[in-house]
T-cell receptor, first 116, second 112 residues
Framework: ETGVTQSPTHLIKTRGQQVTLRCSSQ?????VSWYQQALGQGPQFIFQ???????GRGNFPPRFSGLQFPNYSSELNVNALELDDSALYLC???????????????FGSGTRLTVV | QQQVKQSPQSLIVQKGGISIINCAYE??????FPWYQQFPGKGPALLIA?????SEKKEGRFTISFNKSAKQFSLHIMDSQPGDSATYFC???????????FGRGTSLIVHP
């Protein structure tokens, strides 16, 4: 059973540019969530995708957008990058429903984005 | 508005000691309370979780204590080991959304 994989692991972008981060969900998981984790902070929910549709969104502007594909993998796109977007971006997959343990997310190791 | 408040921000414990991390929540609609462990360079990993219909849950050296009336819950790590050194996050979620809201984290260092 493979876990959640994210690419790239590190990325440096210039302010104003656009970036795409990728995530492959764990086998058997059909829901993908994205989080932003600033240094020294807890993960902040960006949005969740289920059946290729956005299924919930946190307090992030529209320049943060996403996609989910039929194989349940997902992309996070950020337009017009700002310096404050520098953070660790985490992808988490989970199955819908199931027992208590299934409520838990499986996180990837993240993409470290630096905006200069 | 921070919906899940976590303390302390950092904690240093000697090997064999008890580590205690506390969290408080505001939204009474939360019905699932997981704890995550994060090592440097890794994503958070689910450690243990509890529902509000029980006051305590134990898995090995890790115990969650839950006080529904006070809207507080805590993680106790018994016989703390240097390998437990990590950042711990409490979280809370509502039934149906499965979307956890995280606390700000506690950096735990266990000295050998």
């Amino acid at each position: 059973e493979t876990g959640v994989t994210q690419s790239p692991t590190h990325l440096i972008k210039t302010r104003g540019q656009q970036v795409t981060l990728r995530c492959s969900s764990q086998s058997g998981h059909n829901t993908v969530s994205w989080y932003q984790q600033a240094l020294g902070q807890g993960p902040q929910f960006i949005f969740q995708y289920y059946r290729e549709e956005e299924n919930g969104r946190g307090n992030f502007p529209p320049r943060f957008s996403g996609l989910q594909f039929p194989n349940y993998s997902s992309e996070l796109n950020v337009n017009a990058l700002e310096l404050d977007d520098s953070a660790l971006y985490l992808c988490a997959s989970s199955p819908r429903g199931g027992g208590e343990r299934n409520y838990g997310y499986t996180f990837g190791s993240g993409t470290r984005l630096t905006v200069v | 508005q921070q919906q899940v408040k976590q303390s302390p921000q950092s904690l240093i414990v000697q090997k064999g000691g008890i580590s205690i991390i506390n969290c408080a929540y505001e939204n009474t609609a939360f019905d699932y309370f997981p704890w995550y462990q994060q090592f440097p360079g890794k994503g958070p990993a689910l450690l243990i979780a509890i529902r509000p219909d029980v006051s305590e849950k134990k898995e090995g050296r890790f115990t969650i204590s839950f006080n529904k009336s006070a809207k507080q819950f805590s993680l106790h790590i018994m016989d703390s080991q240097p390998g437990d050194s990590a950042t711990y996050f409490c979280a809370a979620s509502m039934g149906g959304s499965y979307i956890p809201t995280f606390g700000r984290g506690t950096s735990l260092i266990v000295h050998p």
